[in-house]
């Protein structure tokens, strides 16, 4: 059973008080009746199981039984700035990327793009790309729903990394460590954000762009992949790293 996301006002213990479309998701398409035990998250690290005591057209009310917390954070961070991809590709690769654990997803305006959001359709855009994500963590279980960042600049997005960010650049045809060898943050405070180009690859000026940042080419071998698979291929390998030194 899924974790379900809600308001962090909607909990006051010992109740927790439903509405808007997740009670028309519990309602109408899993048809949750009193009695029913369900975990609700308030998306700050705290999970909540409770009894569904009231259904109504209303809310769904519930009574908590048990409280628990997330356990401590002891990896690093991974953020993946994604070339903006066509319509389904660019949906599948945050669904993915959530259940794979990314705890960002930044959208980069790029030169070879075919995709180029208008500004009036953004904030429609990042609406629809954050219940993507919550959907996916529900489903995966997870803790807490990952950020849709807004759509940037390569250029921007390099200049607003921390001290504590690893960053690496796939590229093909470009000679470059592999992520099975290149060497990744350590510690809960680490940051690594892979970067992943659009359909048509980065151009000559992005690469040198990030050649200048002194970002780390990588490569997942010699074939060419889509950016969407090469996207979830460099996110399962980092995500199996890092993990591996929790």
Not at 63 to 70: A, D, N, S, T, V
Not at 126 to 134: D, Y
Not at 221 to 235: K, Q, V
């Amino acid at each position: 059973m899924p974790v379900f996301f809600v308001r962090p006002e909607c909990i006051a213990p010992p109740t927790i008080y439903i509405t808007g479309d997740l009670l028309i998701h519990l309602r109408n398409s899993l048809r949750v009746t009193a009695g029913k035990t369900l975990w609700f998250s308030n998306g700050q690290g705290t999970r909540y199981h409770a009894e569904i005591t009231e259904v109504s057209k209303q809310a769904v009310s519930g009574h908590i039984l048990e409280k628990i917390q997330e356990p401590p954070h002891r990896t690093p961070r991974l953020i993946l700035g994604q070339a903006l991809l066509k319509g389904e590709k660019m949906d599948w690769v945050i669904q993915k990327a959530t259940e794979l654990g990314v705890e960002e997803v930044v959208p980069i305006e790029s030169r070879h793009g075919v995709v180029q959001l208008k500004a009036d359709r953004v904030d429609h855009q990042l609406t629809r790309w954050q219940r993507i994500a919550l959907e996916a963590a529900q489903q995966s279980e997870r803790w807490r729903v990952p950020t849709i960042a807004p759509p940037r600049s390569l250029t921007s997005l390099l200049t607003s990394c921390g001290t504590e960010t690893i960053t690496l650049m796939l590229a093909e045809r470009k000679e470059g460590k592999t992520l099975q060898t290149v060497e990744l943050p350590r510690g809960a405070n680490g940051v690594a954000l892979v970067l992943i180009g659009p359909e048509g690859g980065w151009s000559k000026e992005e690469v040198q762009i990030a050649d200048q940042a002194g970002i780390q080419s990588i490569t997942l071998g010699p074939h060419i992949l889509r950016s969407e698979t090469a996207a979830i291929a460099a996110i399962s390998i980092l995500q199996s790293r890092l993990d591996d030194q929790g």
